[in-house]
């Protein structure tokens, strides 16, 4: 007889979620899986086939490297035929940095990749995790009526929000309700139901599955501030080991105007190197037309991200520089909506 149940492959990464008091220091540690699924028998309940694969060594994912995206990439390449969604337990420091980097490695995903983790361990009464893991077992495995995948994107699910991945960052660093996509509403929301919103859920364009290992991690970031240093902005737009730098300006683009951080702008871009102006608003986009100080950099050759989040930047940038020597291709590519990432 076949087996038509819906299968989802659990991938334990570390993170709070699958921690438990060291008992010596009282500090938080990671422990091992086997435990982590003992203490949520109700994922037996599903009519699902749940498989997992643990991560050696767990991480806090303070701790997570550009390498451990490629291996997760890797492991959801060889394992993308054998299973109808995959999930993702991941620490929420860096969660949306790593959901926004795999959305660009995974091109043209058919499948859900759901990243997920909690505030307070699996193991306390009051736990978030519980419900973030098992909603999000859900939404791996849910199908359409064709039997398609209902969300074949790369997404954060947390406490009751669903979001696309590459639009998602941290804003709170204790609550429950700690991630939010300012700039695009949630993917779904669960309460008694779990009610997607499909009219901005991506669907695969027929492409081939195809997955991306090479990242070029040569990128700064700078943010902008009153009282910034021509020392700092030298050493961050020039330094020589940097292909691109990520410029966090006020507003809508805007950075100071004093003709010392212009040239410094104009010295980095002759360079060849790569400017991407993003907003350190959590709402609204970039918009380098609308005040002097956004113009001159504009003028100066500066990239505008229109609404894009840093942390989705940052592996839009390992994406595309691993992709390609050429910068001109490269800011192109920053310029394009890849898979979500940005409104158009
Ligand atoms: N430091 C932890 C981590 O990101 C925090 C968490 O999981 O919430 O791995």
Do not use: K, T
């Given at each position: 007889m076949s087996d038509t149940k819906s299968s989802v492959l659990l991938i334990y990464t570390g993170g709070t979620i699958g921690m438990k008091e060291d008992p010596v220091d009282q500090t938080l540690r990671p422990f091992d899986f086997g435990s982590l699924m003992e203490e949520v028998p109700e994922l037996h309940k599903f009519a699902l086939r749940i498989d997992s694969y643990t991560f050696d060594?767990?991480?806090?994912?303070?701790?997570?490297?550009p390498s451990m995206w490629q291996q997760l990439a890797v492991l959801i390449r060889d394992n993308y035929d054998a299973y109808d969604g995959f999930v993702v337990l991941h620490g929420t420091d860096t969660m949306a940095y790593s959901a926004s980097a795999i959305s660009f490695m995974l091109e043209n995903l058919g499948k859900p990749v759901i990243f997920t983790g909690s505030q307070l361990p699996i193991g306390r009464p009051r736990t978030d995790g519980k419900e973030n893991l098992i909603s999000s077992v859900e939404i791996a495995g849910a199908k359409r009526p064709d039997g398609s995948p209902l969300v074949p994107e790369v997404c954060i699910y947390f406490n009751s929000l669903l979001l696309r991945g590459n639009r998602s960052t941290k804003v709170d660093a204790a609550g429950f309700d700690a991630f939010r996509s300012p700039n695009l509403p949630p993917l779904a929301e669960a309460g008694i139901d779990i009610r997607y919103n499909n009219d901005i859920i991506r669907r695969p364009s027929g492409g081939k599955f195809k997955v991306h290992l090479d990242l070029d991690t040569r990128v700064s970031i700078l943010k902008v501030h009153p009282g910034i240093t021509r020392q700092v902005v030298e050493d961050i737009l020039l330094g020589s080991l940097t292909r691109a730098v990520i410029i966090e300006t006020f507003g809508c683009g805007n950075a100071p105007s004093r003709d010392w951080f212009l040239d410094i702008v104009k010295e980095s871009v002759s360079r060849g190197k790569v400017l991407l102006n993003v907003t350190q608003c959590l709402r609204g986009s970039v918009n380098m037309g609308l005040y002097a100080t956004g113009r001159a950099l504009k003028d100066a050759g500066v990239v505008g991200g229109g609404d894009i989040t840093t942390e989705s930047a940052l592996g839009k940038l390992f994406f595309l520089m691993g992709n390609s020597n050429d910068n001109e291709t490269v800011k192109a590519g920053l310029e394009t909506d890849l898979c979500g990432e940005m409104s158009k």
């Open positions: 060594p767990l991480i806090d994912s303070s701790d997570i490297e």
